[in-house]
């Protein structure tokens, strides 16, 4: 088969352990971000099957009614960028395996280096001495204090046991099953979201962006939280209104946060506000970049590629393309 690994940036996937399962194949691995269909139209022409690194690239109808000999789309996770239904109408199968009973520790462990980062000021201080100068303001200790996390799920519990090694208290709250697993846990769960953002020094996201929770943290929300409390968000940029951290910010509450996600990505040289300011610590959308975990995910993501080449394809996003699947119908 020929297959395409899209947006690569750090030419990371060649260097896999699980890239020794699609020996054998035609593999062309993209480095760049090409958003435009007709480029990528011309780049995937002569494409069988298309590995998506995650959602760093729209894959919608325009493009797909380009692409006659695309028959697969293998993925891990959501897919929102993906034009499900214009696949099935077209034959190409999607793969792509949506949870797992195991957390990202990779995203886990970010947002707690995030949390560590911004409370110790640790990105100013660094400046401040490779500029020649010495220490650059007072940080604060997260002992004593309190861990606030909306959307208590997978990631949400191993944070959960980052703050309470801290010394911090922990509350949560979220959706119903949030609040059964954190009462199951022994967290606290706060009367309502308000209390939980009035109430937590250091507050993080652990939200899936579906239609229901974008924009689900407003101007409203945020102004409830105090001068000196944190918000951490590695979940998706999507979470909150556009515009309505940066306001915040400039208002006083929160005084600080910690980003890992934007709305449109990779970010372009000062297109946001939020990556120039002192009161915020930004990293580029590393929370699952690790070499353990892209093995992980790639390993599934190939394992889709090799079962659809054999004729039997595993975690269809859509079944109703079974039917008149692109590669498949010629093996019935």
């Not at 959501?78 to 190409?92: N, Q």
């Not at 395996?97 to 886990?108: C, D, E, K, N």
Request: net charge negative; hydrophobic share 50%.
């Amino acid at each position: 088969m020929k297959i395409a690994i899209l947006d690569d940036y750090q030419e990371t996937v060649r260097t896999l352990p699980a890239f020794a399962l699609l020996a054998g194949h035609d593999v062309t691995v993209w480095n760049d971000h090409v958003a435009d269909p007709e480029v990528l139209a011309a780049r995937l022409a002569d494409t069988d099957a298309l590995v998506l690194f995650r959602e760093r690239t729209a894959v919608g109808a325009d493009l797909l009614d380009r692409l006659p000999k695309l028959a697969l789309i293998s993925q891990i996770s959501a897919v929102p960028h993906v034009d499900v239904d214009a696949c099935t109408r077209l034959g190409i199968v999607v793969s792509s395996r949506l949870g797992g009973s195991m957390p990202s520790f990779s995203t886990a462990e970010l947002t707690w280096g995030l949390v560590l980062a911004a409370a110790r000021r640790i990105p100013q201080q660094m400046a401040s001495l490779r500029a020649g100068g010495w220490q650059d303001g007072i940080g604060h200790l997260l002992l004593g204090r309190t861990l606030g996390i909306y959307g208590y799920g997978r990631i949400g519990r191993v944070l959960a046991g980052y703050g309470r090694a801290f010394g911090m208290s922990v509350q949560a709250w979220g959706r119903t099953a949030s609040i059964e697993a954190a009462r199951a846990d022994g967290v606290d769960v706060c009367a309502d979201r308000d209390a939980l953002f009035a109430t937590s020094d250091v507050l993080t996201l652990h939200l899936r962006l579906v239609p229901e929770t974008v924009g689900i943290v407003t101007a409203r929300e945020l102004a409830l939280m105090r001068p000196d409390a944190l918000l951490v968000n590695t979940s998706r940029a999507g979470l909150i209104v556009p515009g309505a951290l940066e306001a915040a910010l400039d208002a006083g509450r929160p005084g600080s946060a910690a980003v890992d996600v934007y709305d449109d990505e990779p970010v372009a040289p000062g297109t946001v506000a939020l990556v120039a300011r002192d009161d915020v610590v930004c990293t580029p959308h590393v929370g699952f970049v690790t070499a353990e975990e892209l093995d992980v995910h790639f390993r599934i993501i190939f394992e889709q590629v090799l079962a659809f080449a054999a004729g039997a394809p595993t975690n269809v996003v859509d079944p109703a393309v079974l039917t008149h699947a692109r590669g498949l119908a010629s093996r019935s």
